[in-house]
């Protein structure tokens, strides 16, 4: 019997996560169309007076009202943290930290800038084509997810985003324009970001507008459906045109614990993470699972499929499943139990566990029970492609953040990534979530900070934009020079 593996192996790629729509800024340089990020304006997370994760839902009429009166609201993410013009200072901070690995998003309103182009934007091509060489000029290996929450803004107003499958060809289209252009640049791709969250937010995650749906859960599963459609075919041209690439899947994976021992709640929560898990067995597996056919038909759900559509799912599956872990779920057996499985932060709390600031469950057991069940299940490699802690980082007089917090959340996801290799777990890399400070997701904040290097500026995009390394900047550094051993 061969000997377990004891630490991290020797080609881990360590490094750091970032999305476009999060980082890049100049949103109307160099012809890039509007995305559908670009109308996700701010959002005061304690308007109520206590912390709200809001998602950037956007219906038709405010659509409208943004498109027509920009002039009225702030949209943080059409100015990032101008990584466009700064990105060869910001990776250079990277390799000093030692990364082996970047994770970026492109942006398809770069390329395509309203998805219908028959020829891509070459000045955006350029644009990436300039990160990509940046990164290998430190070694640096570039994680690149082709959609990251954000399509053409023209893709959503003509076609109501995914629910159309006009989109799986211009999807397809696109794939072949980056894969073409950066077959020699990178190895390692993700169709879509998180798809799971397309049952938390429609808008985020696939561009559609709620109010012009009748069924918001059976929408989500028939855009998801055009997704994985859309990935399959992704897949089938890279094989063709990059054949030793990896292309992962991924989704937002949060394990659901019964809240008692009772049966009933035990049951609950076997439903909850089959929820989850569901994105990742089409892709991993090539077919739909048999307990999604009870589920639609309990909750009258039809998902419209066409004939080569099961040939299509089998011939695109992925080669790795990528997954993101920021906490875990409590559930029980009650009437709205299957429409909380599809959300962000579930209302039950778990005793055992502390908060973030921003009432998120910290649970780094977690992640070693999530690692098991996912490498159990589908017998494929992992990444872990963000993990990390959101918080109010304060700057000192003289200039420094002490974000000792961070690197104790941290380090004890990354002990727990280590007992989970120690199980038999294959674990490629770990990329932690915005490793420089970025425009939040779901409120596009600024303050909810998450990476090892400040950026200074506001919710309100004022500021000097200058680079600030933290304490753990300094502390991540360590461990990966000593490939994980070194968490002190």
């Known amino acids: 019997m061969s000997t377990f593996q004891k630490g991290f192996p020797a080609n881990f790629l360590w490094g750091g996560a970032t999305a476009a729509n999060q980082i890049e800024g100049a949103f109307d340089k160099d012809g890039k169309g509007l995305s559908t990020s670009d109308m996700a304006a701010f959002k005061d997370p304690y308007a109520g007076g206590s912390v709200n994760n809001f998602t950037f839902d956007v219906n038709s009429e405010e659509l409208e009202e943004y498109l027509q009166h920009p002039e009225k609201y702030l949209f943080p993410k059409r100015w990032g943290i101008d990584f466009y013009h700064r990105y060869k200072e910001d990776i250079a901070l990277f390799a000093e930290m030692g990364f082996k690995t970047f994770r970026i998003s492109i942006s398809w309103a770069r390329i395509f800038p309203t998805g219908l182009e028959a020829e891509p934007n070459e000045k955006g091509l350029q644009f990436y084509d300039n990160v990509f060489d940046e990164c290998a000029k430190y070694g640096i290996e570039p994680l690149v997810t082709m959609s990251h929450y954000e399509m053409p803004i023209t893709l959503t107003q003509k076609y109501n985003g995914w629910m159309s499958r006009e989109l799986i060809a211009l999807f397809e289209k696109y794939a072949r324009a980056i894969f073409q252009r950066y077959k020699n640049k990178v190895n390692y791709w993700i169709t879509f970001n998180e798809m799971n969250m397309n049952l938390n937010s429609l808008y985020t995650g696939a561009g559609v507008l709620a109010d012009k749906v009748e069924n918001k859960l059976e929408a989500a599963y028939q855009a998801s459906h055009h997704q994985f459609l859309a990935s399959a075919a992704a897949v089938k041209a ?8 990896k292309m992962g899947c991924m989704i937002n994976q949060i394990e659901s614990y019964a809240k008692t021992t009772k049966p009933e709640d035990q049951l609950q929560a076997l439903k909850s993470n089959q929820l989850n898990m569901f994105y990742p067995d089409v892709k991993v597996r090539g077919a739909y699972p048999a307990y999604m056919e009870r589920y639609f038909a309990e909750n009258d759900i039809h998902v419209h499929m066409e004939e080569g559509d099961s040939e299509l799912l089998k011939e695109g599956t992925v080669d790795f499943v990528a997954f993101s872990y920021y906490m875990s779920h409590v559930t029980e057996a009650r009437p709205d139990a299957s429409k909380l499985a599809g959300t962000f932060d579930s209302p039950i709390k778990n005793e055992y566990l502390e908060l973030s600031e921003w009432d998120w469950p910290i649970d780094p057991i977690g992640l070693r029970i999530s690692l098991n069940k996912l490498y159990d299940r589908y017998e494929v490699p992992l990444f872990l492609v963000e993990n990390g802690l959101g918080a109010k980082d304060v700057l000192t007089a003289d200039g420094k953040i002490h974000d000792d917090y961070r690197i104790d959340y941290i380090k004890k996801h990354i002990i727990e990534m280590k007992e989970a290799i120690r199980d038999g777990v294959e674990l490629m890399g770990y990329t932690t979530w915005g490793c420089i400070d970025l425009i939040s997701c779901g409120t596009s904040q600024m303050s909810k900070r998450y990476g090892f290097i400040y950026v ?16 753990s900047f300094y502390w991540y550094k360590k461990v990966i020079a000593s490939n994980g051993e070194e968490l002190e």
Do not use: F, T, V
Request: proline share 8%; aromatic share 0%.
């Open 456 to 471: 200074d500026q506001d919710d309100e995009g004022k500021g000097s934009l200058k680079r600030i390394p933290k304490d």
């Open 238 to 245: 890279a094989r063709e045109i990059m054949p030793n690439a």
